[in-house]
Each structure stands twice: as C-alpha cells, then as structure tokens.
C-alpha cells in the first residue's frame, strides 16, 4: 500500500488479523515472524554436521502470506527476542517429553528435550506480550502442556481405526467441525480439512484454552485462548503442506502487522 508523502501510519485492526498499515517508507513492511526451529544434523555438500532448520514449506507459507521469517534455534533461548518480532510460530517436530505432563514414556513416543524447553518458554512469553501466536502440531500440544494439559501418547491405542499418520512420510487427511464465533471458522469457514501427521493428541485441556475445532472422532484440531481479546491459535494439523491454501497463514500474518502497528502507537503515546 503506497500512502501519500505526508501520510501518517494507519490502523485498522482486528481480531482475524485483517489489519491496514501503510508507511511513509517506499517499500511495505512485512511483518517479522519467528519461527522455531530444529536443531540436529544435518547434510549439504560435503558435510554433515548439526544445524538449525526448519522444513522449507513453513518459511515458504510464511513469505506467501507477507511476513519475513527469522528462525529461533533451540540454543541460546532468550525470550526477550520476542520483543524485537510480531509474531510467534511454535513449528511441527518429534513428540512432547511426557513427564511435563505427569506422565511416563509410551514406547512410541520420541521426544527432544532441548525444543521442550525452547519452545515452552517462548510459548509461555508469547502469551505473555499478547503476541500474535501460532502453535502447529507439536506447537498446539506444546501450548496445550505450557498451560498445565496433557497429551494422549499414542492415538491407535485408543482409536485404531485412526489414520493420522498413515505411513513415514505419508500425510493423512484431517476432516472437522469449527466452533460458531471461533477464531478459526472465522479463518476457514463451518468446516474443513488438512493435511496431518501425528500419532499423539490432545487430552486434558486446560482452562486457559478452548477447544474451537475437533474431528467427527473427537481428535481436537485447534485451541484457542479462553480470553479472546489476542490471536491465538493452536492446530493439529499441518497448514503449511497446502500451500494452495494460505487462509491461516495470512490471518496470522496480517494480526501480527496490526500488532505491530499498535505496539508502535503505544510507543509514542
């Protein structure tokens, strides 16, 4: 959006996120989204040694929606890097350690305990600032545990039907109903589907949380905060693989633009 020379900043924000800023600088800015990220080896080249990634269709739907990524490595945690950013993404990744959530270790259930505490605190902060929060598949069971919930470890145990996680690097299908009013139905509408891939699940939810999408199974496929007032949404479901649909990604994007925006108001208030 090009304003005129002697424009001021101008906001129009919302709770979908469908904010209007515009900026005296020749070139729009996009809003600086965080993402976390894995840490552990890797290959390029010749080499093969630890690094810090992220799978390419997260920083590719970021970027589609208008925001500039910047990845959190899970060394070095710092939460006050959220203040420089304006928006959160908690990314996908291997199972949550049980004993967060007073549980013991299903054989199937693989956990990383330096992302727990990476992402726990970052979610945690997050929250904290209101900033805008988007927690996907392990980052929805991460939010879920940060709030004192618990996980099922392993669905077929008590759902064999399930195909969530049809085979190693196969994507299910998630079909679900959106709660009236939600964030989420405002975003995708009564109901819809997605691409997913997991073999654990929501349990207990705590009361900080709402569940605001769940699939004919009862498998919960978005959180919510239980306080409306910010953007927050944790889903099950792996967005970031459709890339044909960025209706997500761009609510979330847009929210973190209004955030933004209003961040620099106070400032100078």
Request: with cysteine; net charge negative.
């Amino acid at each position: 959006m090009q304003p005129a020379s002697n424009s001021k900043r101008t906001i129009a924000p919302s709770r979908t996120g469908s904010a209007c800023v515009a900026s005296n600088d020749s070139k729009a800015y996009r809003p600086r989204i965080a993402l976390t990220s894995y840490y552990q080896e890797a290959s390029w080249g010749v080499w093969n040694a630890a690094a810090a990634i992220v799978p390419g269709t997260y920083v590719e739907a970021v970027v589609a929606a208008g925001g500039t990524p910047i990845l959190l490595p899970p060394l070095g945690t710092d939460e006050t890097v959220l203040d420089l950013v304006d928006g959160l993404i908690v990314v996908g990744g291997p199972d949550v350690e049980p004993t967060r959530y007073g549980a013991s270790a299903h054989p199937r259930t693989v956990p990383q305990p330096l992302r727990d505490e990476h992402d726990t605190i970052l979610t945690r902060a997050a929250m904290e600032r209101g900033l805008p929060l988007f927690a996907i598949c392990r980052g929805a069971q991460i939010l879920n545990v940060a709030l004192n919930g618990s996980l099922i470890q392993h669905i077929p145990d008590i759902n064999p039907t399930a195909n969530y996680q049809p085979g190693p690097g196969v994507f299910g299908t998630a079909a679900f109903i959106t709660t009236p009013g939600s964030l989420i139905q405002s975003l995708l509408g009564d109901a819809s589907e997605a691409p997913c891939y997991h073999h654990q699940a929501m349990d207990a939810v705590p009361p900080g949380l709402r569940v605001t999408a769940a699939s004919a199974d009862g498998t919960v496929q978005a959180l919510e905060s239980a306080d409306p007032s910010g953007w927050l949404l944790g889903v099950q479901f792996h967005p970031e693989q459709n890339p044909e649909d960025l209706r997500l990604f761009r609510g979330f994007v847009q929210a973190a633009g209004s955030y933004r925006a209003n961040r620099k108001e106070m400032s100078t208030l």
